[in-house]
T-cell receptor, first 111, second 112 residues
Framework: DSGVTQTPKHLITATGQRVTLRCSPR?????VYWYQQSLDQGLQFLIQ???????AKGNILERFSAQQFPDLHSELNLSSLELGDSALYFC??????????FGPGTRLLVL | AQSVTQLDSHVSVSEGTPVLLRCNYS??????LFWYVQHPNKGLQLLLK??????LVKGINGFEAEFKKSETSFHLTKPSAHMSDAAEYFC??????????FGTGTRLKVLA
């Protein structure tokens, strides 16, 4: 158990809908990262937050947004969902020593 | 710019034989390097990391990796494969302050 929690574990929704994925980092970690993993694209970095502020952006679509709250949990919002958004979404948090710890992921299926 | 290349997308070994998963990196900085393992339908678990201390890094489950600056490599090895080692392995380089760059992964198959 990495100490990073993600909810929900599974999510099934329809095209055009909006969903919110939640992540709680390990106690004491200030950084949160979001990744998308799909069969055709592999593991893609989406976005990073540090202590409530956006720090780095990767291949995140405009339909996706994220935020980190004062209690350090983070939410990834996915809107106008398309079939191609079906993937595993991982959250990770990092310690001051740079090691990333990954959550178990949220499996999103868009029908 | 930083980059990482995992040289094999699939590796098959027999149980009890050595494992070698290859990773080459490119980095303008003195890099931090990591290996992660992902079992089916699970999250990524840290195997080991290199952060400019000893060049031979020991990780969990009998894995180790050697940092070779002259070859820009960070190959992952294990003397004797176990069936439970079957998984996907990712080499990661930390590029700059915030960015982690993942390799495309190597799927390890262990044959009985």
């Amino acid at each position: 158990d990495s100490g990073v929690t993600q909810t929900p574990k599974h999510l099934i929704t329809a095209t055009g809908q909006r969903v919110t994925l939640r992540c709680s980092p390990r106690s004491g970690d200030l950084s949160v990262y979001w990744y998308q993993q799909s069969l055709d694209q592999g593991l893609q970095f989406l976005i990073q937050y540090y202590n409530g502020e956006e720090r780095a952006k990767g291949n995140i679509l405009e339909r996706f947004s994220a935020q980190q709250f004062p209690d350090l949990h983070s939410e990834l919002n996915l809107s106008s969902l398309e079939l191609g958004d079906s993937a595993l979404y991982f959250c990770a948090s990092s310690d001051p020593g740079e090691t990333q710890y990954f959550g178990p992921g949220t499996r999103l299926l868009v029908l | 710019a930083q980059s990482v290349t995992q040289l094999d997308s699939h590796v098959s070994v027999s149980e009890g034989t050595p494992v070698l998963l290859r990773c080459n990196y490119s980095s303008s900085y003195s890099p931090s390097l990591f290996w992660y393992v992902q079992h089916p339908n699970k999250g990524l678990q840290l195997l080991l990391k290199y952060t400019s201390a000893a060049t031979l890094v020991k990780g969990i489950n009998g894995f180790e990796a050697e940092f070779k600056k002259s070859e820009t490599s960070f190959h992952l090895t294990k003397p004797s494969a176990h069936m439970s080692d079957a998984a996907e392995y990712f080499c990661v380089v930390k590029g700059g302050t915030y960015k982690y760059i993942f390799g495309t992964g190597t799927r390890l198959k262990v044959l009985a």
